[in-house]
């Protein structure tokens, strides 16, 4: 299958070959068909699949015709930072279109929306909060909607937004294309797809299976270790970019500050950061200013970072669905990656559970030489923190603390 298969409009076409895109992914391959045709259609597909030049493409085909000027496209996604990907999306695949889209989310002002809205965008890409506020302010006219996409609505189900896309609905033509996508199947985002779609086409690629091009490795570890074990495989890994993830904003946060101690080029991404700041932290990790982006899954959900070479749990995922959703950034788009797990005794469990979903046991692995045996207390010390502390820390080995990273001087590092 080929993308002229699809004879798309010849200014679409060539957004997909200025993008370099050579073969359709398989999402693509089987969604962009019944899209083309008008059907509603329900895509079970994980980020990192091509899910998002799946609707957008057959979306800028479908809008060459047709009035301009007057919202014909609604793209809702659960994120600011997904909303920014999928606008990005649309304005290098349709570069050539002269079609205009617009992002709507909170936590930036409202009125430079309003003025963008003005101008009459053909598709408008939204968090539904802010989306509520202009449909109740007056500020974006609905009333010619030809197609709504629900994107990652297992994300929007799980950030509690139910509730506020079934009010944008009732805005919004009954007489529409309906898409959504979701990576999992929970019950109410199957009663959502039961209420809004018309006879929809389904389409699934490895409902829960991660991408294969992914290899995973499991590192048992001591709670306290976690972070130098995590800077030694740093330093004895090629990491183009790595994502790590946490289970806190805190965690993230200090984590990010001890790395970037330890001199590595690293940003955090966490919910209190403002706007400005997230997008720094996001524009950096992807023209590579930051080598790691340390995050918490609601912070990193949706980022597309197509280079990412390395995800690292840092913390083990509370659900497979997460954990999946995490690795889904590596290995995006036939890439290769590697997910690296740090996992303590207490996740025993988790680990089963993410293995019964990859239908196969994960490697465990040890860095060679690395000290599993060191106390709290010296990696305390090692990570800067107790340093004022003047009691000399005595080693393992029996030689006083010298101040200097304690794992150097009582091993070799391989070459
Ligand atoms: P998505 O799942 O939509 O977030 O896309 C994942 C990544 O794959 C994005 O960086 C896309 O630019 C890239 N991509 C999408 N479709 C293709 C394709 N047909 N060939 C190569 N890369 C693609």
Request: net charge positive; aromatic share 4%; with cysteine.
């Amino acid at each position: 299958m080929e993308f002229q298969g699809f004879n798309l409009h010849p200014l679409v076409a060539a957004g997909v070959k200025a993008a370099d895109y050579d073969t359709p992914t398989p999402i693509q391959a089987q969604a962009i068909p019944p899209v083309l045709e008008g059907r509603d259609v329900m895509g079970l597909a994980q980020t990192g699949t091509g899910k998002t030049a799946a609707f957008v493409l057959p979306i800028l085909h479908r809008l060459m015709h047709g009035q301009r000027r007057q919202v014909r496209a609604l793209v809702i996604a659960p994120t600011r930072e997904l909303a920014e990907q999928i606008h990005e999306s649309i304005n290098s695949l349709g570069k050539q279109t002269r079609l205009r889209s617009v992002t709507v989310y909170g936590g930036v002002g409202i009125q430079p929306q309003v003025e963008k809205l003005k101008h009459g965008p053909e598709i408008v890409v939204a968090c539904p909060g802010r989306l509520l506020d202009h449909i109740s302010h007056g500020t974006i006219d609905l009333s010619r909607l030809e197609v709504l996409v629900l994107d990652e609505a297992d994300h929007m189900f799980d950030m509690g937004f139910l509730p506020d896309i079934r009010r944008i609905l009732k805005h919004l033509p009954g007489r529409r294309q309906t898409l959504l996508f979701s990576a999992t199947m929970p019950q109410e985002i199957r009663h959502l797809v039961r209420e809004v779609l018309k006879e929809p086409v389904t389409v699934q690629v490895d409902e829960t299976a991660p991408a294969v091009t992914v290899s995973h490795a499991l590192y048992p570890v001591s709670q306290h270790l976690k972070t130098p074990l995590l800077i030694e495989l740093l330093q004895r890994t090629h990491t183009a970019s790595v994502l790590v993830f946490t289970r806190t904003k805190q965690r993230s946060k200090r984590l990010a500050e001890q790395l970037g101690k330890k001199g590595y080029r690293v940003a955090s991404l966490q919910g209190n950061l403002s706007q400005s700041r997230r997008q720094a932290a996001m524009n950096g990790f992807r023209d590579g200013t930051f080598q790691i982006l340390v995050a918490t899954d609601i912070a990193a959900r949706g980022i597309d970072v197509t280079r990412v070479s390395h995800v690292v749990n840092y913390d083990v995922p509370g659900t497979t669905d997460a954990y999946i959703h995490r690795i889904g950034r590596t290995g995006r788009a036939s890439r290769s990656g590697d997910a690296y797990t740090l996992v303590t005794n207490e996740d025993t469990d988790m680990v089963r559970a993410i293995e019964r979903v990859l239908g196969k046991p994960i490697e465990r692995r040890k860095v060679p030489d690395f000290d599993y045996n060191a106390s709290a207390l010296q990696v305390h010390t090692e990570c800067g923190r107790l340093q004022r502390n003047t009691s000399p820390v005595r080693r393992p080995d029996g030689a006083k603390n010298t101040g200097r990273p304690w794992s150097n001087s009582s091993r070799t590092r391989p070459a």
